[in-house]
Nanobody, 125 residues
Framework: QVQLEESGGGLVQAGDSLRLSCEFS????????MGWFRQGPGKAREFVGY????????DYSDIAKGRFTIARDNAKNTFYLAADSLKPENTAVYYC??????????????????WGQGTQVTVSS
């Protein structure tokens, strides 16, 4: 059974940088495309970004472009989200998710089969 576990969240100050990690286990990591989503207080969960199975293609939502970077290390079965110049509005629970390539729209939650429990990121002003 595929399992995902996020780490690296915490309390940071505005302007700080942060890197989240997502450790994959229980399957063949390079069979799955990987995505990051987030859910802010009182908000719906939203797409942040995605990378394909080999990490050669990435796609970002408008909220992520320019300040968020997604990467994966298939040798370590780990997926990353690096965020620069964080703002209070970036406060959210960040989730990683795995999807089978071609399974629907990668921007939507429904296309992902496996989810981590999430890691809280709180950005103070």
């Amino acid at each position: 059974q595929v399992q995902l576990e996020e780490s690296g969240g915490g309390l940071v100050q505005a302007g700080d940088s942060l890197r989240l990690s997502c450790e994959f286990s229980g399957g063949a990591f390079n069979d799955y495309g990987m995505g990051w989503f987030r859910q802010g207080p009182g908000k719906a969960r939203e797409f942040v970004g995605y990378t394909n199975t080999m990490g050669t293609v990435t796609d970002y939502s408008d909220i992520a472009k320019g300040r968020f970077t997604i990467a994966r290390d298939n040798a370590k079965n780990t997926f990353y989200l690096a965020a620069d110049s964080l703002k209070p509005e970036n406060t959210a629970v960040y989730y990683c998710a795995a999807r089978t390539p071609g399974n629907g729209n990668l921007w939507t939650e429904d296309s992902y089969s496996y989810w981590g429990q999430g890691t809280q990121v709180t950005v103070s002003s």
